[in-house]
């Protein structure tokens, strides 16, 4: 049985000139075609990384309208082969985010950012800067070269200052953003209600 645990949603970053370098799909052609295994496994076809995900090409570091689009619709031909590991609903009270990142991604570089109120981000690395300079963030340069991210716009009536991600020992990551409403001062503890009634659609 799989253990949760929650995982900090930071609401302040700083960090200059963020996802300032956009993904052109000739550049990801360029560097998912030569491609370690790792590479391929987080950027490849079903991953929440990849850009190809929604069915044509969209950078992951441009904020998507996730909500605003059914999952069965989205996902139908990656689901029918078997290669998607997300999914994303919502409930009378929650939007609910769920994603397997047991491919190649590590439990202690997940990060989670509400930008502005308005942008969901998750990100995290692969391959350590190494020697370069230490005074820019990996996110301000090519940041594919050495992470990953996905942005999502956050819909109107998302009550994102309470905002809940958690992820699971084998690395199954669920992100819960409460709904605006009267009843939304009492969101469901930890391992219960969401994640509860909906941990076994991956």
Do not use: C
Request: proline content about 6%; hydrophobic content about 35%; aromatic content about 12%.
């Amino acid at each position: 049985m799989a253990s949760w645990k929650q995982l900090e949603v930071h609401t302040e970053d700083q960090t200059p000139h963020k996802w300032s370098v956009p993904l052109s799909e000739d550049m990801f052609k360029r560097f998912f075609a030569p491609g370690s295994p790792i590479v391929h496994k987080i950027f490849g076809d079903g991953s929440l990384f990849s850009p190809l995900l929604f069915g044509k090409y969209f950078d992951p570091s441009d904020a998507f309208p996730l909500w605003e689009f059914e999952s069965d619709v989205f996902l139908s031909n990656l689901r029918s082969s078997g290669k998607t590991s997300i999914d994303w609903f919502q409930t009378d009270d929650a939007y609910v985010l769920k994603a397997d990142l047991s491919a190649g991604v590590e439990n202690n570089t997940l990060q989670f950012f509400v930008e502005n109120g308005k942008i969901m981000e998750i990100s995290g690395q692969w391959k350590p800067k190494g020697d370069q300079s230490k005074t820019k963030d990996w996110r301000s340069g090519n940041w594919w070269e050495h992470g990953y991210v996905r942005r999502l716009e956050l819909p109107g009536d998302a009550d994102w200052k309470d905002t809940e991600a958690y992820v699971s020992n084998d690395m199954i990551v669920e992100v819960r953003i409460p709904k605006s409403s009267l009843d939304s001062d009492n969101p469901p503890a930890p391992g219960k209600g969401i994640l509860a009634k909906n941990s076994d659609r991956l």
